[in-house]
């Protein structure tokens, strides 16, 4: 499965929203109604770390100005008002279908 | 809280062998599917492999299988990956990462691999 994420770099006025999109080449779908499509954060010299999983749920203690949606093969992130310890790569996953793939990654940077 | 840490790496040339551990803590390591994730230098992320909560399903990525071997060890609450007949391409930082209904939930601070004559 290829992830295809855009933009490959958003700069953005801290306090601005700030969307990612990730589009996957099959239905993320998976037998069983879930569907496994995972955001991380990578902030720079940080391993990354996981925001969201199976689309729209956030991980423990992710704030709550970081949302995701979609379905099928086009999936979004929101960030609703950039802080400054937002800069970094966010990526998406798709865990559906072996082997896991991720996006290119969005660098996020402050104008 | 869920520690990780991998131990292992360091400089090898290519067609060597080099094994990779992760000391898990912090959760029951037993009950978890376990990953390694790779990060080549300045690139994004590539996943290398799996392996389910008992050690009975192992599953690899394209460009290492047949090469790279992962295993755990559940009384040492240990992740392993066996890196055989290296190339230069595997260089890159190796991260541990715990799975939790197929998101990975927890990384470890990944330790660096270089495959250089």
């Known amino acids: 499965i290829v992830m295809t994420q855009t933009p490959p770099s958003s700069p953005v006025t801290l306090g601005q929203a700030a969307s990612i999109s990730c589009r996957s080449s099959q239905s993320l779908v998976h037998t069983d109604g879930n569907t496994y499509l995972s955001w991380l954060q990578q902030r720079p010299g940080q391993p990354p770390r996981l925001l969201i999983y199976k689309i729209s749920n956030r991980f423990s203690g992710v704030p709550d100005r970081f949302s995701g949606s979609g379905a099928g093969t086009d999936f979004t992130l929101k960030i609703s008002r950039v802080e400054a310890e937002d800069v970094g790569v966010y990526y998406c996953m798709q865990a559906t279908h072996f082997p896991v793939t991720f996006g290119g990654g969005t660098k996020v940077e402050i104008k | 809280q869920v520690q990780l840490v991998e131990s292992g790496g360091g400089v090898v040339q290519p067609g060597r062998s080099l094994r990779l551990s992760c000391a898990a803590s912090g959760f029951t390591f037993r009950l978890y599917g376990m990953h390694w994730v790779r990060q080549a230098p300045g690139k994004g992320l590539e996943w290398v492999a799996v392996?389910?909560?008992?050690?009975?399903?192992?599953y690899y990525g394209d460009s290492v299988e047949g090469r790279f071997t992962i295993s755990r060890d559940n009384s040492k609450d240990t992740l392993y990956l066996q890196m055989n007949s290296l190339r230069v391409e595997d260089t890159a930082v190796y991260y541990c990462?715990?799975?939790?209904?197929?998101?990975?939930?927890?990384w470890g601070q990944g330790t660096p691999v270089t495959v250089s004559s």
């Open positions: 392996i389910s909560f008992d050690g009975s399903y192992e």
């Open positions: 990462v715990k799975d939790e209904w197929l998101a990975l939930d927890s």
